[in-house]
């Protein structure tokens, strides 16, 4: 008897300290990929995302789930404060010193949680770096990781666990899959060959684009990207199993906006922001399950994590759906709101939507008829064979016009037509369902103190949305101003603490290395180094990548040098420091020509 009475007690104990355990959270992002560009959210191309699908078979996906935003920074702020972009600060691609929200890694951490991050380090959060436990995106030998490399993400994932094991914490990892944003897969010579190499005769081409050689081409690329993205998804998830901890890990994928080509990327279109969102949550949610009933969104994924975790949080814009990965049904989930301000240039095109399971309403503050939209696709092939086309393509050219000037107004039935095609703005049948989400989206700005309300409320004064919009540029420009205050003078030597080593010969469409020796003064611990890729006499941003550096040593970075850069010149800028305008040095190279690739 008594024996049994211990067993017994034991078990409660077991069973107790079970319920009460926290699990761990594995975050996993993809970048720039539209919700059907994998198999199981429909895409036609036979293995092309094995991982991922299983991955989001595995648990609950749901069918309606959006992103707030189609670009990354302010639609990754929003993921992870709980708070709209103009609730959290972060509306465009700019640091915010001091932000007045908590967000999910300071909630985290509070909670007893071991934070750790690889990929999109500096978007991920207002400003950077920021304290999160571990920042992953350098290997141990203090080399940079290669974001195109499915290995160095698996290895990032086993450190970050093992490092959370060590601290005898529970995790809170985010990986950031860099692929499918752009540099694309570049071809036979790509060092990162993606398991499934596709076709321009076999990709799928969207609706809201235009079937032609050069657009095919161009596809073929983001999908054999896309492969890759579900290579180092794989990696990931083998990472988490071999660690033992899968049975203990609540698993979340999403992508963080739609593909980075016209219509999509930069845009609150319906594919623009369509997620392919998964949660796997061990023993509760269940295997296969497909969500149709809810519509869910970006701003609500804090929350949610917040109540997996059993983490009380402050109050947020986004609330919980954490009842429905337990297989209840919710209240006040019939539409969405989406909003976007501003692109990574400064330029200020503030747009709100409404979106339901059938319609997407868009308000479009900035369309006058003669600005054009500034979007990050223009450098796309498949944007500048549109231009040559629509010379002499009706079609086209109205499709152009669009993607430059829009019109105030936008209404879509995105059952019948997801690609956005026939706007019904002024179709007599939908006026009561226009006006619904009208409706909506005032009460929607009212309840969240959105700055575009007093606009919105006279929207169809074209005078008071120009006046709104011009405020909000000068805004964009003195804060633009005002970060660029502190740009220190060129450095003497007693302040240089890197060298730089050029890629020579750069060629149109490589890989080219750039190397930076540095040896940073033991006063000042570890330091953030930010290194850009540049395109044009404009400086157009091409790439960007964040490391820390400590001590002495070599960083390697390796670049993907655009196909047909602009002007065929290319740049480089690196600093080092907690931000650009109080870096200890900085180096900008002139112009460099780039030469053509030899067949």
Known sequence: MLLRVLVTALLLIISSTSVDAKPNLLIVTVDDMSADSIGSYGCPIEGISPHMDGLVRSGMRFQYAHVQVGNCMPGRNVMWSGLYPHNNGVEGFYRVANPQHQHLVDMMKAAGYFTAIMGKTSHSTPYHPYPWDAILDTAEDGSS????????????????????????????????????????????????????????????????????????????????????????????????KLSGQEEKTVVL????????????????????????????????????????????????????????????????????????????????????????NENSGRSRDPIRAVQTKRYLYLANAWANGSRVFATATTGTQTYRRMAVLAETDEF??????????????????????????????????????????????????????????????????????????IAKEKEATSRKKENSKGTPKP??????????????????????????????????????????????????????????????????VEFKIPDAPVDALVSFATWVGPEYSKNIQFYHTDAIPVKAKTP
């Open 145 to 240: 990781y290669d974001k195109k490399n499915p290995a160095h993400f698996g290895e990032a994932t086993a450190r970050g666990i093992a490092a959370a094991v060590e601290a005898e914490k529970p995790f809170c990892l985010m990986v950031n899959v860099s692929d499918p944003h752009k540099p694309f897969y570049s071809g036979p010579g790509d060092k990162n060959q993606p398991t499934l190499v596709v076709s321009p005769e076999d990709v799928p081409v969207p609706g809201f684009l235009f079937d032609d050689p050069q657009v095919r081409q161009e596809l073929a690329l983001y999908y054999s990207s896309v492969s890759r993205a579900d290579d180092c998804v794989g990696e990931i998830l083998q990472a988490l």
């Open 253 to 340: 994928f999403l992508s963080d906006h739609g593909m980075p080509l016209p219509f999509a990327k930069t845009q609150l279109y319906h594919h623009s922001t369509h997620t392919p969102l998964a949660v796997r949550w061990p023993g509760v949610t269940k295997s296969n399950t497909l969500d149709e009933e809810h519509m869910v969104s970006a701003v609500d994924l804090t929350p949610t994590i917040l109540e997996i975790a059993g983490v009380q949080g402050p109050r947020m814009d986004g609330r919980s759906f954490a009842s429905v990965l337990k297989g209840e049904s919710q209240d006040g989930r019939e539409f969405v709101i989406k909003e976007y």
């Open 491 to 556: 450095v003497n030597a007693k302040q240089k603490i890197f060298k730089v080593t050029l890629p020579t010969p750069i060629l149109a469409g490589s890989n080219v290395e750039y190397v930076v020796n540095y040896d940073i003064p033991a006063s000042l611990g570890a330091q953030g180094i930010t290194i850009t890729l540049k395109q044009g006499k404009a400086g157009d941003r091409v790439a960007r990548e964040v490391a820390m550096i400590r001590g002495k040593g070599k960083l390697v």
């Open 396 to 469: 086209l050219a109205r499709r152009l016009a669009m993607y430059k000037h829009r019109v105030p107004e936008e209404f879509y039935d995105v059952e019948k037509d997801p690609d956005c095609l026939r706007n019904l703005i002024d179709s007599p049948m939908h006026q009561r369902l226009i006006q619904q989400q009208r409706d909506r989206l005032l009460e929607w700005m009212e309840d969240t103190n959105d700055h575009m309300l007093d606009c919105y409320r006279h929207f169809d004064d074209a005078e008071v949305r120009e006046a709104y919009v």
